[in-house]
């Protein structure tokens, strides 16, 4: 910013203040500051604890987040990692005493390649032999600067969690509701954080293709876990006759989420309630 004269003396020892405290400050900024200078991770799982206050921002910086599009980088720091095997590492700095960002990519600072990003912690594919970036930053989202704590924690993770799931054949309708109860089965990996099945239920009643939406949050214990769904129709009521079903299913954990999708006929008869 270009100083006007009104400032006068005055004014230009206050910035030359700020020029020697901003000087202080980078001599006690971490080691890994700057992407020319990174924590080399050797071993997994890698925690650390760092005080980031001092830590600074630049170009490099800039040049990650074009890809991400986090709020800011201040109090950044960087992490080299080399994958000993094919799958999926997670960086997490969800503990640390301000909001904290990652972003991980490959190649040299001012270069990268951004693999994944993402606000409290990150996980990502990762190929034998690559060396992974990992930029670990204050983004502001709590509304204040300039680091604090920095909770890191790199580990190898899971896959995303694998889910497949079955329909019951024969489903019911309510007569008065005009609704019908789809049932099934789900099993997926323990371990997952969330999974659901979500349905579009669809009949032809004469001319008029009658069609609903409805789900269901289930469990994954690595076992075959029931669950049922109510469809309200949104043009109509379900009547007893063929109808077809499409389930799609989701089981997710930090990694990413395994999905699974079928269209499949079922048969709505009897009477519920």
Known sequence: MRLTTRWGAAAVAAVTGLVLSAGAALAAAPSNDLGSSPVVITALPYSATIDTSQATTDAD?????????????DASVWF?????????????????SYSAGVIVGLGSPGALSIVACGQAGVAFPVTAGETYTI???DDQLDGAG?????????????????????????????SKSGGAYVSGTVTCDEGADFAFVDLQ????????????YGGAEVSCTGQAEPWTAFILADNGLFKGGKAVNVTFGAACNLTGCGEYSAEQSIQLKGKKG
């Open 61 to 73: 910086d800039v040049q990650a987040n074009l890809d991400c599009g986090a709020p800011a980088t």
């Open 80 to 96: 080299t990692v080399t994958a000993a095997a094919d799958g999926y590492l997670a960086a997490d700095v969800s503990g640390s």
């Open 135 to 137: 930029l670990a930053f």
């Open 146 to 174: 300039n680091g604090g704590t920095l909770d890191i924690t790199v580990d190898v993770a899971p896959p995303p969690p694998m889910i497949e799931a079955t329909l019951n054949p024969v489903a019911q309708f309510d």
């Open 201 to 212: 239920l669809t009949q032809r009643v004469g001319r008029l293709l009658i069609r609903g």
